[in-house]
T-cell receptor, first 109, second 115 residues
Framework: QQPVQSPQAVILREGEDAVINCSSSKALYSVHWYRQKHGEAPVFLMILLKGGEQKGHEKISASFNEKKQQSSLYLTASQLSYSGTYFCGTGYNFNKFYFGSGTKLNVKP | EAGVAQSPRYKIIEKRQSVAFWCNPISGHATLYWYQQILGQGPKLLIQFQNNGVVDDSQLPKDRFSAERLKGVDSTLKIQPAKLEDSAVYLC?????????????FGPGTRLTVT
């Protein structure tokens, strides 16, 4: 029941955009997005609960499709500080929770 | 507001030895989680507590791993006996209520090396 994340890795130049996808074979209760820098703990970015929901601010945002089986994280005009591994976490009900395998993002000057 | 505290930060043991990790969640958070994160992988949920009751431990290897959360606050995760494949970072997290609806706050983790 682990969600599938794609791509596995992305290399960007500062100012470029990226999209990270997270998909499940069945409808989700919720989707969480976290960022983890090397040697540190994951840090919460946002949570989506409703089909069709879009959330976030100008530079980092996310969407949850109507069927609640896919979510995408959008990183626009990337900065060096965006580098790290991005994980989606999916809840199938309020008790079951699984993280994806992660997408490693490397932003270069 | 103090974050999630964990100790020790690092531990090196030999296989077949025992080890215990401690976690103190954010004050007022009812839900506490233990995750195992093997290098290069996403965190894997081992056990979830709601106050001092177990909500989900379906991925906890119960023949060697045990966890408790006495009085609904601090928690301890134990491995006895350890195997080489237990080498990982053990993360503790807490949230206000159930995982589906509320963000999780993670502690710094304990890096375990089993030799």
């Amino acid at each position: 029941q682990q969600p599938v994340q794609s791509p596995q890795a992305v290399i960007l130049r500062e100012g470029e955009d990226a999209v990270i996808n997270c998909s499940s074979s069945k409808a989700l209760y919720s989707v969480h997005w976290y960022r983890q820098k090397h040697g540190e703990a994951p840090v919460f970015l946002m949570i989506l609960l409703k089909g069709g929901e879009q959330k976030g601010h100008e530079k980092i945002s996310a969407s949850f499709n109507e069927k609640k089986q896919q979510s995408s994280l959008y990183l626009t005009a990337s900065q060096l500080s965006y580098s790290g591994t991005y994980f989606c976490g999916t809840g199938y009900n309020f008790n079951k929770f699984y993280f994806g395998s992660g997408t490693k993002l490397n932003v270069k000057p | 507001e103090a974050g999630v505290a964990q100790s020790p930060r690092y531990k090196i043991i030999e296989k077949r030895q025992s080890v215990a990790f401690w976690c103190n969640p954010i004050s007022g958070h009812a839900t506490l989680y233990w995750y195992q994160q093997i290098l290069g992988q996403g965190p894997k949920l081992l056990i979830q507590f709601q106050n001092n009751g177990v909500v989900d431990d379906s991925q906890l290897p119960k023949d060697r791993f045990s966890a408790e959360r006495l009085k609904g606050v601090d928690s301890t995760l134990k491995i006895q006996p350890a195997k080489l494949e237990d080498s990982a970072v053990y993360l503790c997290a807490s949230s206000l209520l159930a995982v589906g609806t509320y963000e999780q706050y993670f502690g710094p983790g304990t890096r375990l090396t089993v030799t």
